[in-house]
């Protein structure tokens, strides 16, 4: 659950998006700037958290009360020395905080944090990941929650997302719009049975909008609060793009899980917020052929 330092929106003195060239950050990044805050992108260009430097490059491009948004992460994380990597960058970050005075953090982690197999997820289920990529966000958490003792700290778990400017091609959305724009048939994981909930991207930076003006503490998931099949997502997909691709079924691999979540919270948190309708984002998906992502 969230709690709000600020009961009205107050706008930050800076924002900094650490990782703002990901796909999150760069939305984050321009929908700051679109609401007229102050906000800053640090990429791995500017500062390559794995480089024996970056402490100190990571300091002197902060000041003191900026509001870190934390999102660079090597993702999805796939392996034990990806693992390993992902903890080595949250290190840095959470000595950093530990060394100067913010005035918040953000950390956009995953509801890959919680359990494969757990069917609703609120803010209260444990997190027991059995992924490397969930184990990495669950100890990214615990890390800066260890450094952020002195500093509010939001944690943020958004589902399966989707929009433009993926650059992962994860199975979902994103990769069925792309193969059905190239007219190539969307290979479905057994017949498309499992039911996930996806969040639309601006919704998610929507939402970091609010925290930060907020200045919110706590954990909060992020989702649309409805759930559909992998397969209903590719016929949405094919009702809405002129194409000649189809649906492909293969063997099933591994045992189907379906994840729903409670979202209470996020309505609690934010009443006048309205999550984006899977439908309705796919049609704003649709009409962006390629998002341009200037956010000077």
Do not use: W
């Not at 991207?201 to 939402?207: G, K, L, N, R």
């Amino acid at each position: 659950m969230l709690k709000h330092l600020n009961k009205t929106k107050i706008k930050p003195t800076r924002v900094v998006v650490l990782g703002s060239q990901g796909f999150v950050g760069r939305y984050a990044l321009r929908q700051l700037k679109s609401e007229g805050i102050e906000a800053v992108g640090i990429s791995k260009n500017e500062v390559n958290l794995l480089h024996v430097d970056a402490e100190k490059i990571l300091l002197e491009k902060l000041n003191l009360q900026d509001t870190l948004v934390v999102v660079s992460a090597l993702a999805p994380c796939k392996n034990t020395a990806m693992l390993i990597d992902n903890l080595r960058m949250m290190q840095i970050v959470g000595n950093v905080i530990e060394k100067i005075s913010l005035s918040h953090v953000v950390y956009i982690s995953s509801d890959a944090a919680y359990a494969d197999d757990i069917t609703l997820a609120t803010e209260d289920s444990v997190t027991a990941p059995t992924s490397f990529h969930g184990m990495m966000h669950s100890c990214r958490e615990l890390i800066l929650k260890q450094a952020a003792k002195k500093t509010p700290l939001a944690i943020l778990r958004p589902s399966l997302l989707y929009g433009r400017g993926d650059p992962h091609h994860g199975y979902g959305p994103n990769r069925f719009i792309r193969l059905a724009e190239k007219n190539e048939p969307i290979v479905l994981f057994g017949n498309g049975e499992e039911k996930r909930d996806h969040v639309f991207i601006c919704d998610v930076a929507h939402i970091i909008a609010l925290v930060v003006q907020h200045r919110s503490e706590g954990i909060l998931n992020l989702a649309s609060g409805h759930a559909y099949s992998f397969r209903e997502i590719a016929e949405i997909v094919l009702s809405e793009i002129e194409c000649v691709s189809e649906i492909q079924a293969t063997p099933r691999n591994n045992p189907i899980m379906h994840r729903h979540f409670n979202i209470a919270a996020l309505y609690k948190a934010f009443p006048a917020f309205q999550p984006t309708q899977f439908k309705m984002g796919l049609k704003q998906v649709l009409q962006q052929s390629t998002l341009s992502m200037e956010t000077t």
